[in-house]
Nanobody, 122 residues
Framework: QVQLVESGGGLVQAGGSLKLSCAAS????????MGWYRQAPGKQRELVAD?????????ANSVWGRFTISRSRDNAKNTVYLQMNSLKPEDTAVYYC??????????????WGQGTQVTVSS
């Protein structure tokens, strides 16, 4: 069983910044990747950014140059951050933390956080 605790969402004006955090805990043998997805009303969930255990990052074109994903320096803390700058109204969505990890019995798992609302006003 793995728990993901997200924080940092809220309401911000266009051009502002927010930082999301997600801490993973539980039966994690090794994290393969951590990332953030988002889902706006009436739209499908989409990848925002992710980062592998080796530090390789991947971003959606729509957030390139504005958002930065990072992990805690102490990998044992299993925490991922998303720094969001120059926010736009179209960034408004529920943001979900995602963790891909190796857990019990050596199987690979995929776990989701409960989601945190980010609202950008114009």
């Amino acid at each position: 069983q793995v728990q993901l605790v997200e924080s940092g969402g809220g309401l911000v004006q266009a051009g502002g910044s927010l930082k999301l955090s997600c801490a993973a805990s539980g039966s994690i043998e090794r994290i393969n990747a951590m990332g953030w997805y988002r889902q706006a009303p009436g739209k499908q969930r989409e990848l925002v950014a992710d980062i592998t255990s080796g530090g390789i990052t991947n971003y959606a074109n729509s957030v390139w140059g504005r958002f930065t994903i990072s992990r805690s320096r102490d990998n044992a803390k299993n925490t991922v951050y998303l720094q969001m700058n120059s926010l736009k109204p179209e960034d408004t969505a529920v943001y979900y933390c995602n963790v891909k990890y190796r857990g019990t019995y050596g199987y690979n798992y995929n776990s989701w956080g409960q989601g945190t609302q980010v609202t950008v006003s114009s």
